[in-house]
């Protein structure tokens, strides 16, 4: 059991980690995704460096930086979040789970809307973001899930038991390892997505139409806003909402970095991820 | 009348010929998202206590429901006025944007 899991290896989850993990509190730093830092050339604009220094570089000190402290540090892929008994969570991997007191996302910006017509326009009328909150609806129905990777495959998990079948659109992308009687495989370019007031069919770039009752939206690795969906956090043009001490809606669940919104900068990233992990501390020792 | 309940056999008298805009939660009980947004409901029945209607419907006891309003994803919260739904809200939602939507 760990006292914060924190999902994002950037400057925010890092800052939020050397803060909990130095009040003497047990703590876990899960990442996967490369980082928008890591993807940044060279940074002249953050305190501290007089020659500058690259984005890659300055992400893989504050890893290194974590672990020196004696954070735990796993690289997994996080494909859920589950609220667990007694004020826990659960936090989901491709290698397994790990039950924490709070959870504080730190998952960037990545957006995983895909620029599919018809995907934005039927939301909410067949195009969904969540199986386990929606499969319900699709009972001994034919569904399908965009995407190709082991979030993909984790969604058609939850909803293997309850539609009819499922087909795996990959968009052009490679097929992923899943076998199941009811699973199938598209990796043809998809068009559009299509309907009168709900999700009736995929079109392919090829003029051919399958028959489907919903699309699941699962691209690549679940970011913040797929999380938020899940647990009921409310979020707000695809950003977490927070208040000033970075709490969600739900208590211990924390939020901090690009994926609550405003200025995509380091110093902006770090700043919460402050406010994140005293906050975080605060509510473990039931100060407030 | 705070927090109402809505069912198939009382929604076309409760919802349908209510005077007024009438604020409908469909939820489950095993959907985390529907508790988180159930606070925000029982806020907006209390504020709005003798001037809106809000009620909830269970969608697995009223699935003809679901199904006549295309309810896919819940919570889904909806606004009628006059027999129909003018607003449709899907996911946990911020108070202040359900409250918009009833002005």
């Known amino acids: 059991m760990y006292d914060s899991i924190i999902i994002g290896a950037g400057p925010a989850g890092v800052s939020a980690g050397l803060y909990i993990k130095r009040a003497n509190l047990r703590v876990l730093i899960i990442y996967k995704d490369e980082s928008a830092l890591e993807k940044t050339d060279f940074i002249q604009n953050y305190y501290g460096f007089e020659n500058g220094i690259s984005g890659k570089d300055l992400y893989k000190i504050g890893i290194q930086q974590a672990k020196q402290l004696g954070i735990d540090i796993k690289k997994e892929e996080v494909t859920n979040i589950q609220i667990g008994q007694e004020n826990q969570y659960i936090v989901v991997t491709e290698n397994g789970s790990y039950t ?23 939301e909410g009328k067949g195009v969904s973001y969540c199986a386990i909150c929606d499969g319900f609806f699709y009972r001994n129905k034919n569904v399908s899930i965009l995407g190709n990777g082991k979030y993909a495959i984790s969604e058609a998990n939850d909803l293997i038991n309850i539609v009819n079948s499922i087909t795996i659109l990959t968009d052009g992308k490679e097929a992923p390892e899943i076998r199941a009687d009811n699973v199938r495989i598209d990796t043809r370019k998809i068009r559009e997505v299509r309907g009168d007031k709900k999700v009736e069919e995929v079109e392919f770039d090829d003029n051919d139409k399958i028959k489907t009752d919903g699309v699941f939206v699962a691209l690549g690795v679940a970011g913040g806003n797929e999380f938020a969906k899940k647990l009921g956090i409310l979020t707000q043009k695809d950003k977490i909402v927070v208040n000033e001490q970075m709490e969600t809606n739900l208590p211990g669940v924390y939020a901090c970095g690009d994926c609550v919104g405003g200025l995509l900068q380091i110093s902006k990233s770090v700043y919460e991820g402050t406010k994140a992990g005293l906050q975080a501390i605060r509510y473990l020792k039931k100060d407030v | ?19 007024g805009k009438v604020l409908v939660d469909f939820y489950a009980d095993w959907c985390g998202p529907c508790r988180m947004m159930s606070p925000i409901i029982d806020d907006i029945a209390k504020e709005l206590e003798g001037t809106v209607k809000v009620g909830k419907v269970n969608v697995d006891n009223n699935q003809e429901l679901a199904i006549k309003y295309d309810v896919m994803s819940i919570p889904t919260i909806m606004i009628f006025e006059k027999g129909n739904p003018i607003k449709t809200y899907v996911g946990v939602t911020d108070k202040q944007e359900i409250l918009e939507g009833l002005k």
């Open chain 1, 100 to 122: 924490t007191k709070t959870v504080i996302l730190a998952t960037g910006n990545k957006k995983n809307t895909p620029k599919i017509k018809g995907i934005k326009e039927f």
């Open chain 2, 1 to 19: 009348m705070s927090m109402l309940t809505f069912e198939e056999k009382n929604f076309e008298e409760e919802v349908l010929k209510a005077e």
